[in-house]
């Protein structure tokens, strides 16, 4: 009878984790802070306890470790346990699990893939707005571990600017709205950024890849505009409007 995370296992049920340490204590992995390492040898080449790798866990079991509501305490270790082990990033079959994995928990509290949320910052704030489904959760970190995984996440596709498809959801609800001068000025500040962001990634030549980014701009009514001389403030037009001055 092998001491396990929250019960006693046999050897024939148990895993140990191999180079690891596992802070859900998940899928019958034994706590390994009861065997030093000559005991672990004895495990696995008397016993017959299997090794359970670090790629394994996470290609095999992450996604339903993350599916299950994990309290902040274990989240957060277990975010900072895959942080600390870089190789993850060097295994391309690891990197793109993680990737695709809804692995970072946000201010909302929701869990979403990398690529879909920030590390919040003045300037992100700017263009976004304050949706809190955008921004990590980073009071589950201290500073230092924080700064590990902010860059861990930027290999796994977190960005540290704008998508241009987050920066379209950010007008849509713009233009909820009446045009106002707080209102157009956000407008304005969106505008540049997807000038930007369209001249900086050559979006011009990759039409087909942002097929549905060009769709919402070009027939979305998201831009104030002057209407004889003077700013209409009950409707927005759109870019494709040619009987309409464009501020």
């Given amino acids: 009878i092998l001491a396990g995370h929250?019960?006693?296992?046999?050897?024939?049920?148990?895993?140990?984790?191999?180079?690891?340490?596992?802070?859900?204590?998940?899928?019958?992995?034994?706590?390994?802070?009861?065997?030093?390492?000559?005991?672990?040898?004895?495990?696995?080449?008397?016993?017959?306890?299997?090794?359970?790798?670090?790629?394994?866990?996470?290609?095999?079991?992450?996604?339903?470790i993350?599916?299950?509501?994990?309290?902040?305490?274990?989240?957060?270790?277990?975010?900072?346990?895959?942080?600390d082990h870089r190789e993850l990033l060097d295994n391309d079959d690891t990197r793109s699990t993680l990737s695709s994995l809804t692995l970072v928990r946000t201010v909302d509290g929701q869990m979403r893939t990398p690529r879909d949320c920030y590390f919040k910052t003045g300037e992100l704030s700017e263009i976004l707005g304050n949706d809190e489904s955008l921004w990590v959760d980073t009071s589950l970190f201290g500073t230092l571990q924080k700064d590990i995984i902010q860059l861990f996440l930027s290999h796994l596709g977190m960005r540290d600017h704008p998508s241009i498809g987050h920066a379209l959801d950010r007008i849509d609800t713009i233009v909820e709205h009446d045009p106002s001068e707080r209102t157009v000025s956000a407008i304005v500040n969106l505008f540049h950024f997807i000038f930007l962001a369209f001249e900086k990634e050559n979006l011009a030549e990759r039409e087909e890849e942002f097929e549905e980014e060009i769709e919402r701009l070009r027939y979305t009514d998201w831009l104030p505009a002057i209407v004889d001389g003077e700013l209409n403030p009950s409707v927005w037009v759109r870019a494709n409007r040619n009987h309409v001055q464009i501020i």
Avoid at 27 to 37: A, E, M, Q
């Fill in 6 to 64: 929250h019960r006693f296992l046999s050897p024939d049920e148990a895993v140990l984790p191999g180079g690891f340490t596992d802070p859900v204590g998940r899928f019958d992995t034994l706590d390994v802070s009861y065997f030093d390492d000559r005991s672990q040898t004895f495990l696995t080449d008397v016993l017959g306890v299997q090794v359970l790798t670090l790629e394994a866990y996470v290609i095999e079991h992450l996604g339903s």
């Fill in 66 to 83: 993350l599916d299950s509501n994990l309290d902040d305490d274990i989240y957060a270790a277990l975010i900072e346990q895959l942080a």
